[in-house]
Structure formats: structure tokens, C-alpha cells
């Protein structure tokens, strides 16, 4: 499992103890990074910006599941991101987003006018049309805790990559992202 923006370790920490997986972490923070070292979480991390990896993530191998929990709304380069996932994700593999609802009272887009960490909100929408013509999207009405808190906070989706491209899925860019 792959946990992209890992941030301190917590889902890692939480997976190893729930499901013993192997994971990885990855965060551009290095304070982050450093600090689920200091805790000893067992598992790797690294401290670099997904959507510009290219070699290093070859190192890395393949995964079941790549997570990337409250991350996208972050000044991130989706289309780096989502060519990323494609790359590692092994063919069934699940990528699992989530990101704040833009009506939530706590992080909406009255919030995204006074943070400057956030700078787009998604739709359920805006997913699919970003990430669902690649690989096939799968709602959830109630997932985990870890995925979903509150429905009114938090939108998930949950993308499966295909096993090849026979499920007539276009492999085309979003011009939004280029």
C-alpha cells in the first residue's frame, strides 16, 4: 500500500496494526518524513513530491492500493499525480481519494478563499472526469473511518485500474491540467 501525502504515519500505523500490509509513505514535508522515523513506524518513506517522481518511484515497485487522503486540493500537479498512480498501480489496483466536500462548513470554499494550502476544490464530478476515464470509479456510500468522517466534510471515491484497456476507457489528457 502506497499512502501518498502520509503526512506523520497515522493510516500507515493503522494499517500495519488492522491488516499487517507493507507500506509505503510519501510526503513532501520533510519534517513529516522525519518524524515517522522518529516513531519507528515500520514501513518506508519517502520525502519527495509525488507527481514529479520518475526513477525514484520505479524503486518502489508496484501497489494494491495507493491512498492520497485529503491531498489533492493541495498545489499539487495533477496530471504528474495521476500518470504516477497509473505507473505503480498494479492492474485491479484501487486508488482511494478523498478530499473536503465544497459545502463543508469547516473546509469549503469559504475556507479556500483564507488558506493558502488549498487552492481548488473537487466535486464527485471532477474526479470522475479527471481520474474515471482512465480507470473505473467505484462509489462508496460509507467507507472506513480512516476514508470518510463525516459524508457532509468529506467526498471519497475509490478508482480501479483496469486490466488492460479493453474496458473502452480513453487514455486522454484533460486540458484543465495540461
Known amino acids: 500500500m502506497l499512502d501518498v501525502g502520509c503526512n506523520c504515519g497515522q493510516l500507515i500505523v493503522n494499517l500495519i496494526r488492522d491488516l499487517s500490509c507493507d507500506c509505503v509513505g510519501i510526503d513532501i514535508v520533510p519534517e513529516f518524513i522525519q518524524h515517522c522515523q522518529e516513531r519507528h513506524i515500520p514501513g518506508i518513506f519517502v520525502c519527495a513530491d509525488f507527481s514529479k517522481m520518475k526513477e525514484e518511484l520505479d524503486d518502489l ?6 491512498t492520497a487522503l485529503q491531498l489533492i486540493e493541495h498545489p499539487i500537479n495533477v496530471r504528474g499525480f495521476r500518470d504516477n498512480v497509473l505507473r505503480i498501480l498494479r492492474p485491479g489496483g484501487r486508488l482511494i481519494i478523498t ?15 483564507t488558506c493558502i494550502s488549498h487552492v481548488r ?9 479527471v481520474f474515471g476515464s482512465m480507470m473505473i470509479y467505484e462509489e462508496f ?4 473511518e480512516f476514508i470518510s468522517s463525516s ?24 486540458e484543465e491540467f495540461e
Request: charged share 30%.
Open 141 to 144: 456510500e460509507r467507507g472506513p
Open 151 to 174: 459524508r457532509r466534510e468529506t467526498i471519497g471515491a475509490v478508482f480501479v485500474k483496469p486490466s488492460s484497456n479493453d474496458e473502452g476507457l480513453s487514455f486522454e489528457s484533460h
Open 61 to 66: 515497485g508496484t501497489f494494491d492500493i495507493v
Open 99 to 113: 478530499t473536503p466536500h465544497p459545502r463543508s462548513e469547516r473546509y469549503g470554499y469559504h475556507y479556500l478563499r
Open 121 to 129: 476544490m473537487w466535486t464527485r464530478w471532477r474526479l470522475e472526469q
